[in-house]
C-alpha cells in the first residue's frame, strides 16, 4: 500500500493545519503515529495522504519520575530503552515494534495488565490542539 503523498509534521500546529486542509478539501487521509500497522485500513491510505508523525517523538521524565511523556512518533522498545537507565518501566507493548499511539488508543495490553489494567488506562493525558484557523 502507498499513499500519494506523505506529510510528516514538525509541531501539533502542523498536524491541526493538515487536518483542517484535508478535512475542507474532502481529501483522504490517514494519521499513524510510531507506526507498524501494514493492514489496509489500519493507518494507511491508498491515494490519498499519511499523516506520519514520526517526527513528532519528545520523551521526558516527569521531574518527579512519576510520569513520562511520549511523543505519538515514539515505539515502545524507545520508551523502555529510555526508562531503563532510571529502573523504571512503562504499561506499554508486549513487543517494541509496536507505536506508542496505536497501542494506547486500542486499550493496550501490557505485559502489567495483570497488576494495573489495561494501558490507555493509566495515560495521564492526551494532548489535542484545536486547527489554526
Known amino acids: 500500500l ?4 506523505v506529510f510528516t509534521p514538525k509541531c501539533t500546529a502542523d498536524v491541526s493545519s493538515a487536518i483542517l486542509v484535508l ?3 474532502k481529501a483522504t487521509f490517514a494519521v499513524r503515529g510510531g507506526g507498524h500497522m501494514p493492514i489496509p485500513g489500519y493507518a494507511n491510505t491508498i491515494g490519498g495522504v499519511l499523516i506520519g508523525l514520526t517526527d513528532l517523538n519528545e520523551i ?3 521531574s518527579d519520575k512519576s510520569y513520562v511523556s511520549v511523543g505519538p512518533g ?3 522498545e524507545e520508551v523502555y530503552a529510555y526508562l ?9 507493548g508486549r513487543v517494541g515494534l509496536v507505536g506508542v499511539p496505536g497501542l494506547l488508543l486500542g486499550g493496550g495490553i501490557s505485559f502489567y495488565s495483570n497488576q ?3 494501558a490507555s488506562v493509566n495515560v495521564i493525558a492526551y494532548e489535542v490542539r484545536a486547527p489554526l484557523i
Open 60 to 62: 521526558q521524565l516527569s
Open 116 to 118: 494495573h489494567g489495561f
Open 74 to 76: 515514539r515505539r515502545w
Open 2 to 5: 502507498s499513499p500519494t503523498c
Open 23 to 25: 478535512t475542507g478539501l
Open 84 to 92: 531503563e537507565p532510571y529502573g523504571l518501566v512503562a504499561l506499554g
